[in-house]
């Protein structure tokens, strides 16, 4: 697939909007040129921007005694409330806990419909225990609590799991806060594959290399991540065992091996591969069996990814002269997939809605602008919902409310989530790394 040479970040990061060059086998010295610009860990804040038309108003002070957890955990819990676009934080002062009686009238006054307080302790066996209790202020009634007995390094999950609760609790939907992002960075002259939580701070470091990471994919157990590291010198697929660190090679064929995408069963595998010649998608096993390939085109195809009933595959191609995204039935044949875009000239990265009823993408507009846009698989209609010019890899959450994708702000590479209807943007800012490839993992931890 043909390519402008300014249509790339060769100059800074590796994407996967160059992953059609990967692919192509054009992808070449550029990737031990590339770097990001600064050189440590990602540290991550929350920057809301955009109003919500429905937002719930609720008032969440301080946990009391809540330094004791060594977490600002009320700031947590209202900046994953805050950043899930359903709700607004009303400023509420110290002093309430969940042993506490709220005087209806002052909250309602402060145009509160909700109120959430809780406390932190350190209990004898060194853990931490959150409590927290949650009230309806319109009605006066009391929604009950929770009690969260934690490792110190487990208080960050603790306040998410808070946050899902009280989610759940107002929205009658299940929250996100407590699973899980993977996305890379680079620090000096390495790369880093890191799995956080799913505000981007915390977690840990999976794959630390002076060779390029890109493409990471979660597993559907969220028990593996898949992705492709350049640490032979050239394009290799591996799947690793997040709990242990362990890794295997999936794909090491000739040629370039690349866009690692799971089943939703969590059985299979579909991944680009140029080892008949071009860049073709396959199908395997997830233990490595049972190679086949999908398609038999003259084209590129690549950055596949499967719908949530598993029987169809999403992919881009330049089957009709440009980058465009395609549809195909998984056991399908050439000659067999549907063309699914046709705004404009340039549309690659698919990631499909957990209810398969919603396909985020990323546009070309103008010579050198790429947002992100989402689209309704039933009625086509096309709707964009970012104002950068520079969007890359959106990513669902697992209960399809949130996008997370890359984009660039303030002259460095950041992450941003998104409501589907762009309202609410929130920017995980990166203030010592730069950072690109994101993907939200399954529920479940």
């Known amino acids: 697939m043909p ?45 809301i921007s955009g109003v919500g038309g429905t937002q719930m108003p609720i008032a969440l002070p301080d946990f009391r005694d809540e330094a004791r957890a060594g977490q600002p955990v009320a700031a947590i819990i209202r900046s994953n409330l805050e950043r899930s676009g359903q709700f607004r934080i009303i400023d509420a002062p110290a002093g309430m806990f969940e042993g506490s009686q709220p005087v209806w009238s002052e909250w309602r006054a402060r145009n509160a419909d909700a109120l959430a307080a809780g406390s932190a302790a350190r209990l004898a066996d060194g853990r931490v225990d959150l409590r927290y209790k949650l009230w309806d202020v319109v009605k006066g009634q009391d929604l009950g609590g929770e009690a969260h007995a934690v490792a110190p390094e487990d208080v960050r999950l603790g306040a998410h799991r ?33 799995i956080t939580d799913a505000d981007g701070e915390g977690g840990q470091v999976a794959l630390a290399s002076p060779d390029p990471i890109i493409s990471p994919a979660w597993s559907p157990s969220g028990k593996e991540l898949a992705y492709v590291s350049f640490e032979s010198r050239k394009a290799v697929v591996w799947i690793q065992d997040v709990q242990t660190g362990r890794r295997r090679v999936l794909a090491d064929f000739r040629g370039t091996n690349s866009a690692p995408a799971f089943s939703p069963d969590g059985q299979q595998v579909a991944l680009t591969l140029s080892r008949e010649g071009g860049s073709q998608l396959f199908i395997m096993n997830r233990d490595g069996s049972g190679l086949r390939r999908l398609t038999q085109s003259s084209a590129i195809d690549t950055e596949s990814v499967f719908s949530p009933d598993g029987r169809s595959i999403y992919f881009v191609s330049d ?127």
């Open 3 to 47: 390519e402008q040479p300014n249509l790339n970040r060769s100059s800074r990061c590796i994407s996967r909007r160059t992953a059609l060059l990967h692919s192509s086998g054009l992808f070449v010295g550029a990737l031990a040129a590339s770097s990001f610009s600064l050189t440590a860990q990602a540290q991550f804040r929350v920057d």
């Open 319 to 445: 089957r009709g002269g440009g980058p465009q995204i395609y549809r195909m039935a998984v056991g399908g044949q050439s000659g067999t997939a549907e063309r699914v875009t046709f705004n404009g000239a340039y549309n690659i990265s698919p990631a499909i809605s957990p209810d398969g009823r919603t396909m985020a993408f990323i546009t070309r507009q103008g010579g050198n602008s790429f947002r992100l846009s989402v689209m309704d698989l039933a009625s086509g209609a096309v709707q964009q919902i970012s104002d950068s010019h520079d969007d890359e890899s959106p990513s669902f959450a697992p209960n399809g409310r949130l996008l997370v994708y890359a984009s660039r702000a303030g002259g460095k590479d950041v992450l941003m989530t998104s409501t589907l209807d762009g309202k609410i943007k929130a920017k995980l800012i990166s203030t010592l790394a730069d950072v690109r490839e994101p993907t939200w993992g399954p529920f479940g931890r």
């Open 162 to 194: 808070i946050a899902d609760t009280i989610y759940q609790k107002l929205t009658g939907e299940r929250g996100i806060f407590a699973t899980r992002m993977a996305y890379v960075t680079k620090a000096g002259g390495r790369y880093s594959l890191r």
